[in-house]
């Protein structure tokens, strides 16, 4: 696999529920190392496709291809070891509810490395630190934790093997704007500190300004668009006009 | 510049460089561990050490800590240790990692004696508050149903109906098939045993005593705790973990109205009806063994069953079936309301929800049969 190869390669993705079309030959390149911001209205997809390479929404067509490994035709121990090398922050953080926040964050490396336990609550300590929580948060139960420190301990648990890879679905909403703005500036410092690849599903404007490299758009079941934030402002699709054009975005460009 | 890690010792004048080279990420944990526990040791010599990482090739979290860690543990007193040679690419990693203040507190959870003591005291203790809590939700129950006898208007119908597919329609199959098969070993114990006392024809008398008083309905009750009152506290407690009882709340709504009164109307109408059945059904089977392997025909069965029964024990049996139904509505609602933020939790309380329901059930049935020996039913 060469440095320019892409580390996520969909191609020709078509997933279906019942006779509703939600992708269709949808072809998408994630490269090495960037932020990927993924955008389009409600409903368009943008979790479907999140789900589909990460394997928990089956495709009728289509290849999926990830760090290289073709996940069709990989074995369990190939996508094991690709699941390892990434992380996923569901929108609700989806953190095992009857665990601690430091149980949680410990789950992954229990799993995949041979680790004392002293390096283990270290390291669990850092995680805290970096997605800026206090250490005293790692005794509590997830349902102790307000929405935002879900989002936050979701994210420590995602990052807690130091993957390659991150899938962040809506990781900034239900943050108050510091809270996102902190985060965004998190997701930089980690995608510079380890080489970090970043698919992020969003909504929200000061993300993609602050923290994407590259957006992709989704409508109609395919990427209708894909560049730069300056290549999306230049773009004459509707709702792409409407999308960067609008009140909201205006105030965000200020 | 990847590959093992290492760390050397390199003398540079007076002072000591500890050289990282090699691959520090998670992968190596345990040898870097022991790596930096060794060089700890150097900690309180008389050289003055620093830290090379300029030759790391990989650097993750779990490495920079380590590093951290044995910085820390190398800086004496006012004197920090250094880290020197940091690419701009670690750098900030390293920075993150700094700012990570010292061990967490590990509670301890030794099992202790008194501790174990302590558990069952609070348990015994809490006996009181259950029954508390179930006559509240009787109060709460019994008063809805006052509201709904002044305002017929604000009465579930769907919603009952619903609930009474899902437990009595639905239940019907199983029951009737569990019911049949305890008249069947019933009917054969009792041929097996009395026949050598020439008796056999008793069977008769002892399974529709058995069956109409006490077996059918006792029965179907437990079936009915293990599969209607379970699925209650899932529902509810599913239903509170995902604050959907609050939002009822919030719109004006009272929960126990719309959630639990329906359920507790359909499993009292369900009890009597399934229990009906059951005890039809536990005949038919005991009927039938009677005849095919006793040797009773038909005939004689039913002529023997209208000598040996009266409607008394027939109201007996079903008299008890909705209060023991109100019973297991109530232990599974409250249990369901009760229930907190995690699965685990879930699970605890639909486990209380059916040996509690089942509990009761028997209690119950302990004191109707007091109250019948006494008014000599």
Known sequence: ?254 | MSGDPKLERIAKGNALALCATGTWTASFAPVLERMVADAEKLAGGSQNIFIDVSRVGKLDTFGAWLIERLRRSLTQGAVETQIAGLSANYASLVDEVRRVRATPVIESSTITITGMLEQIGRAVAGVAGTVAGLIDMLGAVLAAGFRILIHPRSFRLTSTVHHLEQVCWRAVPIVVLITFLIGCIIAQQGIFHFRRFGADIFVVDMLGVLVLREIGVLLVAIMVAGRSGSAYTAELGSMKMREEIDALRTMGFDPIEVLVLPRMLALVLALPILAFLGAMAALYGGGLVAWLYGGVDPEAFLLRLRDAISIDHFIVGIVKAPVMAAVIGIVACVEGLAVQGSAESLGQHTTASVVKGIFFVIVMDGVFAIFFASIGM
């Open chain 1, 1 to 254: 696999m060469t440095p320019e190869s892409p580390i996520i390669r969909v191609r020709d993705i078509t997933v279906q529920f019942g006779t509703t079309r939600v992708l269709d030959g949808l072809n998408l390149d994630v490269k090495r190392g960037e932020i990927l911001g993924f955008v389009g209205p409600s409903g368009a997809g943008k979790s479907v496709l999140t789900r589909t390479i990460i394997g928990l929404v089956p495709k009728i067509a289509g290849s999926i291809e990830v760090f290289g490994v073709d996940l069709d035709a990989s074995n369990t121990s190939q996508r094991r070891s690709v699941e390892r090398r990434w992380g996923v922050l569901f929108q609700q953080g989806a953190l095992f509810s009857s665990l601690t926040v430091r149980q949680n964050i410990q789950f992954p490396m229990r799993e995949y490395l041979r680790v004392s336990q002293r390096l283990m609550d270290e390291i669990t300590m850092a995680k805290l630190t970096m997605v800026g929580l206090k250490p005293e948060v790692a005794e509590r139960f997830p349902s102790e934790l307000s929405g935002g420190m879900i989002k936050r301990v979701a994210l420590a648990r995602a990052l807690s093997l130091d993957p390659d890879l991150v899938f962040l679905d809506e990781p900034t909403s239900g943050l108050d704007p510091i809270g996102a703005g902190d985060f965004d500036e998190l997701v930089r410092t980690l995608q510079r500190t380890l080489g970090l690849t970043v698919f992020m599903v969003t909504h929200d404007l000061d993300s993609l300004y602050t923290a994407c490299d590259r957006i992709a758009v989704l409508g109609n079941g395919k990427i209708i668009a894909a560049g730069s934030i300056a290549d999306m402002q230049a773009s004459q699709h509707p709702w792409l006009r409407q999308y960067f054009h609008g009140k909201r975005a205006r105030a965000v460009m200020g």
